[in-house]
């Protein structure tokens, strides 16, 4: 199948500071890419949509300020945590789907502590 | 709206015995089924999906769903599990809107 890299896979900042986290599709073109978090032992929550070359739309309850997100190419979306603070601490996955497939592909996730 | 289902938070079966992780499903209009598997700190890897056509789906190591539209079911099923078949499966439901859903997960223990 198709292979999404994420990195990093861990990352751990200080409380204030931004955190960016790259997502990158290596062996097709994804129009489309999701973000999403997961709290330990549940389930994934749909944080955004990004499109390549627009802006994203983000689930309701997500703040676009904290979670900015840019899709700039056809092979790698980024999603920057600004001013993070230890609620934010959590698992961030990020998927993409090939323009005429219909499964969508994971990255390997990214683990962010904030202190 | 759309939901997924999957009852069981836990199941645990022996090495060589069948496994089957249950999910059920509530959307509109003819969803595209999926099943991922997770294992511990790392992303999603699919397993398999059901778009349309024969009701049994086979996928990778192994796995099989079978789609029950009168049931809006479609539980995961392996003849003989493994102990490395231990993770964190997750069923998902994509209607048309390209959004997929998720279940809750359940979490498969295989003992040896």
């Known amino acids: 199948g198709a292979v999404v890299s994420q990195h990093p896979s861990r990352v751990i900042c200080k409380s204030g500071t931004s955190v960016k986290i790259e997502c990158r599709s290596l062996d097709f073109q994804a129009t489309t890419m999701f973000w999403y978090r997961q709290f330990p032992k549940q389930s994934l929550m749909l944080m955004a949509t990004?499109?390549?070359?627009?802006?994203?739309?983000?689930e309701q309850g997500v703040e676009k300020d904290k979670f900015l997100i840019n899709h700039a190419s056809l092979t790698l979306s980024t999603l920057t945590v600004t001013s993070a603070h230890p609620e934010d601490s959590s698992f961030y996955i990020c998927?993409?789907?090939?323009?005429?497939?219909?499964?969508?592909?994971f990255g390997q996730g990214t683990r962010l502590t904030v202190v | 709206a759309q939901s997924v289902a999957q009852p069981e938070d836990q199941v645990n079966v022996a090495e060589g015995n069948p496994l089957t992780v249950k999910c059920t499903y509530s959307?509109?209009?003819?969803?595209?089924l999926f099943w991922y598997v997770q294992y511990p700190n790392r992303g999603l890897q699919f397993l398999l999906k059901y778009i349309t056509g024969d009701n049994l789906v086979k996928g990778s190591y192994g796995f099989e769903a079978e789609f029950n539209k009168s049931q809006t079911s479609f539980h995961l099923k392996k003849p003989s599990a493994l102990v490395s078949d231990s993770a964190l499966y997750f069923c998902a439901v994509r209607p048309n809107d390209y959004k997929l859903s998720f279940g809750a997960g359940t979490t498969v223990t295989v003992r040896a």
């Open positions: 990004s499109n390549e070359g627009s802006k994203a739309t983000y």
């Open positions: 998927s993409a789907r090939q323009p005429m497939n219909t499964e969508a592909f």
């Open positions: 959307v509109s209009g003819n969803p595209y």
